[in-house]
């Protein structure tokens, strides 16, 4: 029976499988859409795939190519009262879309919301995987649409520059980098990521704040070194090592003339 119309029988021809409502609709004047060449996307169609869809409604995974003879994996599903689909099998990271809500697939050019890749698509999210000369890794866009994007290294800029900065969303939604993380409490510069350390953009002019990147085997993220800017401290203690391998829990703050101070969490 026709797994698209439920009347009609799928017979095998010279170039496809076909509802017999098809060929000729029934008396009541109903008319079937399924049709299946013998040869689709590479792959040939045989009795067995024919059985699977009638049976289970969709195939099992089948290697099929495009137009350039590129191999893909994917399956074959019937779509009630269309006819059948070519459903890809693709890669998800284990985040959704923070615009809308959609599964990110992985893609040639990057990490794109299932959505902005359809024929109508809703959404326009998407990582690129490469950036300034650095591959964005599924971990760091994974971590990044999760809300816990922090510090990367290793970007090279077109004046031949190395230097360090994270995943952010511009005027427009997009995602780029930036290395701003927040207001100098001494004299109201930026404070940008360095490579070792989060400076005053006006250190160039006598201003010294910095944060290191490391305090006691430490490692200060980004989301710590908006902290400290913001509050003073960091709102939890972080656990640290001093040169005997004992465990330390340790906080930082900001001093009375905006030093960084260490203190212990007692």
């Known amino acids: 029976m026709c797994p698209v119309c439920g009347e009609g029988h ?12 098809k060929l000729k609709p029934s008396g009541n004047g109903k008319s079937c859409r399924f049709s299946l060449p013998l040869h689709l996307h590479g792959v040939e169609i045989t009795d ?12 099992e995974e089948l290697t099929l ?5 590129f191999s893909y994996r994917g399956h074959l599903t019937i779509v009630k009262d269309k006819g059948y689909s070519v459903e890809t099998k693709k890669i998800t990271l284990n985040a959704m879309c ?20 359809n024929v109508n698509s809703t959404c326009t999210f998407h990582i690129s995987n490469f950036i300034c000369n650095r591959f964005i890794s599924p971990d760091e866009a994974e971590a990044f649409c999760n809300g816990r994007g922090d510090i990367l290294d290793g970007f090279y800029n077109k004046q031949g520059k190395w230097f360090c900065a994270y995943l952010s969303r511009g005027s427009h ?3 780029e980098l930036t290395s701003f993380v927040g207001k100098c409490p001494e004299c109201g510069g930026d404070i940008l990521v360095g490579t070792t350390a989060f400076n005053c953009s ?10 290191w990147k490391h305090y006691y085997g430490h490692k200060v993220n980004l989301q710590d070194a908006k902290e400290l800017l913001s509050n003073g401290h960091l709102q939890k203690p972080f656990t640290a090592f001093d040169k005997y391998g004992h465990i330390l829990a340790l906080n930082l703050q900001l001093g009375s003339h905006n030093e960084i101070q260490i203190v212990s969490n007692k």
């Open 98 to 117: 923070p615009d809308c809500g959609g599964k990110i697939v992985l893609t040639r050019f990057g990490y794109a919301c299932e959505n902005s890749i």
């Open 173 to 175: 939604g997009e995602v």
């Open 202 to 211: 006006n250190y160039k002019h006598g201003c010294n704040f910095k944060i």
């Open 48 to 59: 067995s795939i024919i059985h699977q869809l009638i049976q289970n409604g969709r195939t």
């Open 65 to 69: 190519s495009d137009q350039r003879g």
């Open 10 to 21: 799928i017979i095998k021809t010279n170039k496809d499988y076909v509802c017999t409502n």
